[in-house]
């Protein structure tokens, strides 16, 4: 059965600073997915990756995947409070013709002034 | 562009009860695939249907079940409430297997 770790489980950074979150999966999937939840919110889309080496860029946020290493990172430059919510990677399984996405248990980050 | 809609939004139940909650996909979208969020658990998969077919299911017991239509809309069924099935239940839905998931906005059940 597939695994998904994120670390940090918490992270509280200071506007301004950069940090990176790091998602480690252990069977082998060519697709991840990082989403954003605010508080009481559903799931909003942030990256879909699909392929080794894939490195997409959005504002503040760029998430990069390495099939090989089965590890994806979601890096944070210069953050400012609104990216305060708690991100979640999300790793395609394919088992026996069927599909699932397991879900890491989520990255709880606070930006603070 | 309408995104994918849940309804209800917020349910109270008292267990033993049963309860149905109901997704529509993006129009175009076929896969309609249901998760279970709880503090505890975090995400979990619950199940997935693609025209009108269960294609997987997830490690839950019989109590939960569910079915999707002709026009893609999805339905979801908990019989016999336990505390426990508390939860935000989270549909997606995409346009095929090579597409990534758009997620509704959620369903709040909490079983008193």
């Known amino acids: 059965e597939l695994k998904v770790e994120q670390n940090p489980l918490f992270l509280s950074m200071q506007e301004g600073k950069n940090y990176t979150i790091y998602c480690n999966y252990s069977?082998?999937?060519?697709?991840l997915y990082w989403y954003r939840q605010d508080p009481g919110k559903s799931l909003e889309s942030l990256f879909v990756l699909l392929s080794n080496g894939a490195v997409k860029q959005e504002g503040r946020l760029m998430a990069s995947l390495d099939t090989k290493a089965r590890l994806s990172t979601l890096h944070i430059t210069a953050a400012v409070h609104d990216l305060s919510a708690t991100y979640f990677c999300a790793v395609d399984y394919v088992q026996g013709g069927s599909e699932k996405l397991v879900f890491g248990k989520g990255t709880k980050l606070t930006v603070n002034p | 562009k309408a995104g994918v809609t849940q309804t209800p939004r917020y349910l109270i139940k008292t267990r033993g009860q049963q309860v149905t909650l109901s997704c529509s996909p993006i129009?175009?979208?076929?896969?309609v695939s249901w998760y279970q969020q709880t503090p505890g658990q975090g995400l979990q998969f619950l199940f997935e249907?693609?025209?009108?077919?269960?294609?997987n299911k997830g490690n839950f017991p019989g109590r939960f079940s569910g079915r999707q239509f002709s026009n893609s809309r999805s339905e979801m069924n908990v019989s016999t409430l336990e505390l426990g099935d508390s939860a935000l239940y989270l549909c997606?839905?995409?346009?095929?297997?090579?597409?990534?998931?758009?997620f509704g906005s959620g369903t709040r059940l909490t079983v008193v």
């Open positions: 997606a839905s995409r346009r095929g297997e090579k597409d990534g998931y758009t």
């Open positions: 249907y693609f025209s009108e077919t269960q294609r």
């Open positions: 129009s175009g979208h076929r896969s």
């Open positions: 069977t082998t999937s060519d697709r």
